[in-house]
């Protein structure tokens, strides 16, 4: 199945391994921030432009962020956690699928829809 354009929420249950991701890779971030990214369910929004340009936005009463990007093309990021990282997006069986590179490490960030729901998997390598 296809990412697809659109709006979608982020079905997560509270989850305390997502809290340990966040801790890995967030070490400048307080444990109330990392608090509230581990309950926080934004609704995403994809768009994409005529002239190829993806727009993802992710909306919640605590933060809105939005990126734009090409697929396949490296872009410099600044996460919401305040790193600076090379980001790059491909389509993978369906999934839409981020990398990000920033001080020798490496994480990517699975999307896919699955049963009306967005599912994000997220690793750090």
Request: aromatic fraction near 10%; include cysteine; hydrophobic fraction near 35%.
């Amino acid at each position: 199945m296809s990412i697809g354009y659109g709006s979608t929420k982020l079905c997560r249950q509270k989850c305390i391994f997502f809290f340990f991701f966040l801790c890995s890779i967030c070490k400048g971030m307080g444990f109330a921030t990392r608090q509230m990214g581990n309950i926080t369910k934004p609704n995403l929004v994809i768009q994409v432009g005529a002239d190829g340009l993806i727009s993802m936005k992710a909306e919640s009463t605590f933060k809105t962020t939005e990126i734009k990007f090409r697929l396949g093309e490296e872009f410099d990021e600044t996460t919401v956690d305040g790193r600076n990282v090379k980001s790059t997006f491909t389509l993978d069986n369906g999934k839409l699928v981020q990398k990000q590179n920033w001080d020798g490490k490496t994480s990517t960030l699975e999307r896919e829809i699955q049963d009306g729901k967005l599912i994000a998997v997220s690793k750090v390598l």
